[in-house]
């Protein structure tokens, strides 16, 4: 069957235009390419990034949206959370300490989480530390957040529990230097307290443990490693998974409500947030909203006792260095001589009996395995 010149000539024409806009596609999509390489180039990628030399220890890259907790695919025995800002120097004095854990054959993971100032900008020395540090104890991470999120996303979006029991998660900032024996002590707090009921988490503060109501240091009896205090410790803070869950489901519905104020009545902290409140600072005490939950359901945290039960200054788990930032000034402390450099399984000797301490000092004695 033949064409008419009609036919012929649109047929022609529409092939023409076919091949014009196949060029000019694939120019547009060269130029695209060229534009993306150099965003690359000229700019962090705003997401979580994974180290490429670190993938092949990775089952999935991971990349986690702000406001959303941060569930992770892998599976470990031991891992840190470790948030970070801006300061480099500070970030390796604790990551240098972690490369000395002793792990006893168990696997760890570290996730290094990197916030954004308001402008959503990085500082390139705190990535570059945290890219360049080589960890030895497992696979790292590094997490640049897609913006700027604060301390709220850092610490309470940074992990969500994924029902595995077994898993140790410590949240940790990047001003506290960790004794080598910080995990050994955890996993044994866990071992022996894990199925009580009241048990908010376990904590690695040894130093400026002062009660909530009215003055003075907050310790349990020379004769136990251990006791609970109805405050969390925030300096190397290890949340028991289901407690850390129901808060975060908590906290971002309450976070919905402006009217709704985390405050306890009569205690320290409660002052403290107003004052931050009334500066419009309060967005760096998340600690609050914690308290406020906890105290609700009647929960105690796991704290060390070793400076009481051996009568010395140094056998603490986590030292707080107090560097500047947001919460400090000036020169931070040189003060690891004070971490636990000896173990001794006293150290983590079950007794029959456990402290139980309130807000205000008050002590009671029961059974560990109530």
Known sequence: MRLSKTVTIKLSTLLYAGIIIVIVADVFIHLVDITDTKKKTDKTPIMSTVHRRDRRHDKATIVCIPGVPCEYTDSVDFRIVLMTFRRATALLKTLQALNELEMGGD??????????????????????????????????????????????????????????????????????????????????????????????????????????????????????????????????????????????????????????????????????????????TQDSMWTMWFIYFTNKANLYCVYNNLPTQFHRDDVCLAVHRREAGLHFQGQGLNNSHLLLRTWNKAHVALAKNIAKIEFDGKITIEDVKK
């Open 107 to 280: 696997t760890a993971a570290l996730e290094i989480w990197i916030d954004r100032d308001k402008n959503n900008h990085v500082d390139p020395a705190t990535l570059k530390a945290a890219k360049d540090f080589k960890w030895s104890l497992g696979h790292k991470r590094v997490h640049v957040q897609q913006r700027h999120v604060g301390i709220y996303g850092q610490w309470i979006d940074t992990w969500r529990p994924k029902g595995d029991p077994n898993e140790l998660v410590l949240l940790l900032e990047d001003d506290i230097t960790l004794s080598p024996y910080a995990y050994k002590w955890l996993k044994a707090a866990r071992n022996q307290f894990s199925s009580r009921k009241d048990i908010l988490g376990y904590t690695l503060q040894s130093q400026l443990i002062n009660r909530a109501i009215g003055k003075g240091p907050v310790f349990g009896p020379s004769t136990n490693p251990f006791f609970l205090y109805r405050l969390m410790g925030s300096h190397g803070f290890v949340p028991k998974p289901s407690v850390w869950r129901q808060f975060q489901d908590w906290f971002h519905e309450k976070r919905r409500n402006r009217s709704f104020k985390p405050y306890v009545p009569g205690i320290l902290m409660t002052k403290w947030y107003r004052k931050f409140e009334k500066k419009g």
